[in-house]
């Protein structure tokens, strides 16, 4: 059974950081592609950052150079390290892989950014 938990949201002021985790467990975590998504309040759920199992990563226009997704393969868990946090970026913060053509989330941690 796959399962993803993450942790480290909160709240912070503008200009700010935080970093959120998500240990993943039931799958065989070295090879999947883990990503971090993140939905606000009346929008649509958006993708932040990609990262493969070779550490290859992307990210969406408006987090590129502010935030930094990185695995720690030895402990099933991906990280997703936020600074210059904006207003904006306040939302549900959503850890997620693609096994086969599954797709698994987990429960999501709020992330506040007070301006």
């Known amino acids: 059974q796959v399962q993803l938990v993450e942790s480290g949201g909160g709240l912070v002021q503008a200009g700010g950081s935080l970093r959120l985790s998500c240990a993943a467990s039931g799958i065989i975590f070295s090879v999947n592609t883990m990503a971090w998504y993140r939905q606000a309040p009346g929008k649509q759920r958006e993708l932040v950052a990609r990262?493969?199992?070779?550490?290859?990563?992307n990210y969406a226009d408006s987090v590129n150079g502010r935030f930094t997704i990185s695995r720690e393969n030895t402990k099933n868990t991906i990280y997703l390290q936020m600074d210059s946090l904006k207003f904006e970026d306040t939302a549900v913060y959503y850890c997620n892989v693609l096994v086969g053509s599954l797709n698994f989330w987990g429960q999501g941690t709020q992330v506040t950014v007070s301006s």
């Open positions: 990262i493969t199992g070779g550490g290859r990563t």
